[in-house]
């Protein structure tokens, strides 16, 4: 089964930023639709972004649009999450997976995204 692993997280001020990768442990991560996740203290796991397979189409919850930027590599088995004017609210464990809930594959433990003054 494919392995995922998160990194990228960190402490950061309201309004920097912050690139976190999610690296596949086999090749065929290129077939999936990948998504964020995020889960803050006490609130259920979101979807933040999903992807297509060759990164052609993407989408967004409205909190982060036009802030965050999902891309992938398939070359290297990579996700990126680009996040920009970060808020307080952004805090929460990042997690990456398959778009679709009946299609998920283990999850790793996340990276953890602080956004704090």
């Known amino acids: 089964q494919v392995q995922l692993v998160e990194s990228g997280g960190d402490l950061v001020q309201p309004g920097g930023s912050l690139r976190l990768s999610c690296v596949a442990s086999?090749?065929?991560?290129?077939?999936?639709?990948m998504a964020w996740y995020r889960q803050a203290p006490g609130k259920q796991r979101e979807l933040v972004a999903f992807?297509?397979?060759?990164?052609?189409?993407?989408n967004y919850v409205d909190s982060v649009k036009g802030r965050f930027t999902i891309s992938r590599d398939n070359a290297k088995n990579t996700m990126y999450l680009q996040m920009n004017s970060l808020k307080p609210e952004d805090t929460a464990i990042y997690y990456c997976?398959?778009?679709?809930?009946?299609?998920?594959?283990?999850w790793g433990q996340g990276t953890q995204v602080t956004v704090s003054s």
């Open positions: 997976n398959r778009q679709s809930p009946g299609l998920w594959v283990s």
């Open positions: 086999r090749s065929i991560f290129s077939t999936y639709v």
């Open positions: 992807i297509s397979r060759g990164g052609g189409t993407t």
